[in-house]
């Protein structure tokens, strides 16, 4: 019970699907590495964060960048090398997604806005007051 409504155990189909082996398996796994930073620089994301956290946060759009451009290794690398014939439909929808992000991440103002700001920290406020 709670367990999906198919008896059967085998998501090999889905695994096949998407992945024609475990190396592009493993490549799919490494190309998320820089969307987890930045997941974990918003975790952070307070006035007290480290300056680590603060660069991590501020290079945002180039993790995306950089995950993106992994992606599309992904879909094209198993061709390269031979292990698969083709790129699949997957690949290709996969490949126009994205597209969709480079685009977004190129023209966006407000992408860049948002990475740009990063909340104060107390002592940064309190020598801004003293100056004005």
């Known amino acids: ?24 398996f493993f490549l799919a796994v490494l190309s998320t590495i820089p969307a987890v930073l930045l997941i974990v620089a918003f975790a952070k994301r307070k006035p007290e964060a480290s300056e680590r956290m603060r660069k991590l946060w501020r290079s945002g759009i180039t993790l995306m960048f950089i995950a993106a451009v992994l992606n ?11 292990k698969a014939h083709a790129v699949h439909l997957y690949g290709w929808a996969q490949l126009g997604v994205i597209a969709l992000i ?31």
């Open 102 to 132: 480079l685009g977004y991440l190129f023209r966006s103002q407000h992408l860049k806005d948002a990475f740009a700001d990063y909340p104060a920290a107390a002592e940064d406020k309190k020598k801004k007051d003293e100056k004005t």
């Open 72 to 82: 599309i290794i992904v879909v094209f690398l198993p061709v390269v090398l031979g």
């Open 1 to 24: 019970m709670g367990r999906g409504g198919s008896k059967t155990k085998d998501v090999s189909l889905l695994y096949d699907i998407a992945y024609p082996d475990t190396f592009s």
